[in-house]
Structure formats: structure tokens, C-alpha cells
């Protein structure tokens, strides 16, 4: 499914001058049929896929419980 600038934005929560300027650079694949740009949905799935692994690596992180304390004794 193809989106233009604007549905883009909205979709990622964006600014639409900043996906405009994301496109123009090439860092968002895109088409333009003379008139507007078209980017595909679909080149946005890996992203939010390594994002979700990322938020839930930190979270098991975040859960993990505080492991004892453990009595060191210097023989000083």
C-alpha cells in the first residue's frame, strides 16, 4: 500500500516537512509520479519490528530483579 508525504507523517507521527526532507535526501524510499511522492507502507515494517525487540530487551532488563548483596571480607 502506497502512502503520499502526508498519510506518511501521520503514520509515523511525524512532522511532514521532516518525512518531506527524509524523502528528498533518499533516507525514505519513494516514488513520484509527477505530482507527489508515494512511499510504500511496507519498508517501514523491519523498523517498528527492531524497535519492539529493543523496548522489550530494555523492559527485561528493567525487570530484573537486584541480585543480593554479597559480604565481601578484605583480609586487610
Given amino acids: 500500500m ?11 507521527s511525524m512532522d511532514e516537512s ?4 527524509l524523502v528528498l535526501n533518499g533516507r525514505i524510499r519513494s ?4 505530482k507527489q511522492y508515494l512511499i510504500n507502507k511496507e519498508q517501514f ?6 524497535v519492539e525487540k529493543y523496548r522489550k ?3 527485561d532488563y528493567l525487570n530484573e530483579p537486584i541480585p ?3 559480604d565481601v571480607h578484605d583480609e586487610d
Avoid: R
Avoid at 2 to 12: G, P, R, S
Avoid at 18 to 21: E, S
Avoid at 31 to 34: E, I, M, S, T, V
Avoid at 45 to 50: A, R
Fill in 2 to 12: 502506497y502512502l503520499n508525504i502526508e498519510e506518511t507523517a501521520e503514520f509515523l
Fill in 68 to 70: 543480593e548483596d554479597i
Fill in 31 to 34: 516514488l513520484h509520479d509527477g
Fill in 45 to 50: 515494517n523491519t523498523h517498528f519490528e527492531q
Fill in 57 to 59: 530487551l530494555i523492559q
Fill in 18 to 21: 521532516k518525512v518531506k526532507a
